[in-house]
């Protein structure tokens, strides 16, 4: 199990970038409102969906929506073999990302966090 730890990239001038190879099953960390984007960049031969999933995620009722279960996690989509390359902004999806946030289904993927603060 890895842990996929945000690179800084606000400011001016390039900035590295660390990536990290997804295992079975890998964390992240997350802090609501700095402006996070994973980044999930597939070099396998197959297609792969990553699922990410808060352990605090709750249930709740959306006003004209119903309940919406947080705590089931959210996926990526399908990221293409080779070439596929997709980037989640994390902000966009913080009630998925309570708690130890892990994802699974990614063994393999290249993933980066950059944060503007």
Known sequence: MGTIAPSVGGGTGARAVVETTMTASDTLVFRQGAGQMLRLRNTTAGAL???LTG???VSANILGGGVVN???GITSGVIAAT???VVIP???IFNYLQGVITLTGGTGIKAS????S
Do not use: E, F, K, Q
């Not at 966090?113 to 503007?116: D, K, T």
């Open 49 to 51: 969906t990553v699922t």
């Open 55 to 57: 352990a605090d995620a």
């Open 70 to 72: 947080y705590a089931a």
């Open 83 to 85: 070439t596929g390359d």
């Open 90 to 92: 994390l902000d966009s």
């Open 113 to 116: 966090i950059v944060s503007v």
